[in-house]
């Protein structure tokens, strides 16, 4: 399996990352792809990337709850580091309009801009959605060519969000704990997805699965994830396991 979207170079691993990654290892987790926050979380990724060559890989980008009055500042370091190395994926970007809407504009703006420098670097986009599907969508189909590929990351949405997004060539659909949760209307919509359009992620340390909800996530709970999309699939783990592989592999070229 692949993480997709894990922030393990977050504090809340500072205590025992290493055996966080062990533990990932050990459930056949080949992969950690790390999405980046904001210049604050910068040298933390790069770290680790570098602590875990060939396991953990990184993207670059500026998150949507990270725009404010400086964003034009944030961008051009985002810029600088793309064009500094290679990453695997621009990420994560997007809108979030559940936090705050004060800066839905510039969000929209930050947005766009990532898109114009992914397709410029031939990278997927690693979307963060949240109450701003309209908004999400009318710069991803402004923007939308033969190139652009991604994941709606973390997606919560409804039929309509996913046919729309399953209608895009080729974008992928991110799937955490969230489909593990209790009365999530989630598993109805995975299942009318095919296999070859998920991926597999946990958003550590956030959204962890069924029975660990509410504590601190992490890259080895993923098994959960996939389990309940079997469930849901009536599929057996290990094709789930396989095809959400393949996907991963396709989209972000690790
Ligand atoms: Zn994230």
Known sequence: ????HSHIYLSEFDEDRAEVVERAKRVGLKKILLPNVDGETIEAM????GQYKGF???MMGLHPTSVDHNYRAALDEVKKHLDTRPYIAVGEIGIDLYWDKTF????????EQQIIWAKELNLPIVIHCREAFAEVFEVVEKQMDDKLCGVFHSFTGNIEEARRILGYNNFMIGINGVVTFKNTHLREVVKEVPLNKLVLETDAPYLAPV????????PAYIEKVAETIALVHGKDIEDVKKQTTINA???FAV
């Open 211 to 218: 029975p660990k909800r509410g504590r601190r996530n992490e």
């Open 1 to 4: 399996m692949i993480d997709t």
């Open 46 to 49: 790069h770290q680790l990337e």
């Open 56 to 58: 953990c890989h990184a």
């Open 249 to 251: 592999k396709q989209l």
């Open 104 to 111: 839905r504009a510039e969000q929209m703006e930050a947005f």
